[in-house]
């Protein structure tokens, strides 16, 4: 079996950094609409493409402010987990799909959220990043999956924390995240090259 890697094979990371992520989430709110809402719930629940396809309001647990999820990798269906949100995304899936009232609608509270196919999903997303500004070598719906769970472990979440909110079955999938290139080892890497710095000076 191949192990998991953060890089392909031809060393180009396959996460976004936390700025591409910032930069997305900043065109996603611009968008607007059900492609903004969908794009962040991308990004703040490191959550499969066809995971979130899946959602319905009934899904979207406001008394704990998260969402819950089918984990469709899983080999048996009915694996569900719940990810916490900000309470910012839960006004944006109130304001644009009136998650309240379909939740008090027999008929709605089941209906999917956003009732595209993969392939429109896929170029939806791909749209805002470009939006965002992100090289089309990290454009990918994938990047930002990877790249909530690396940020996720470089502040500070542990790792079987994020294997449970991503809805890894091994964490040694989950232990890929680890090997990102964070905050701490950077300062440490200027800390050795600081006296060469002045030389090095262009």
Known sequence: MAVPTLFDRSGHRKYLVA????????????????????????????????????????????????????????????????????????????SVHGISSAIADAERRGVRLWPWGRTTAWTHVKRVMKKAGIADLYAKPKALRHGFAVEAGQNGVQLNIVQRWLGHARIETTSIYAGALGLEERALAERTWRNLDKVLKF
């Not at 319905?56 to 080999?75: N, W």
């Open 19 to 94: 700025r591409e992520r910032l930069a997305f989430v900043s065109a996603a709110v611009k968008e607007g609409g059900a492609i903004g809402t969908f794009c962040l719930t991308l990004a703040l629940t490191g959550a499969r493409i066809s995971e979130v396809l899946s959602l319905t309001a009934e899904r979207v647990d406001r008394g704990e402010v998260a969402i819950i999820f089918e984990t469709l990798k899983q080999r048996k269906s009915g694996v569900f987990r719940a990810v916490p949100v900000p309470r910012s995304l839960l006004r944006r899936l109130e």
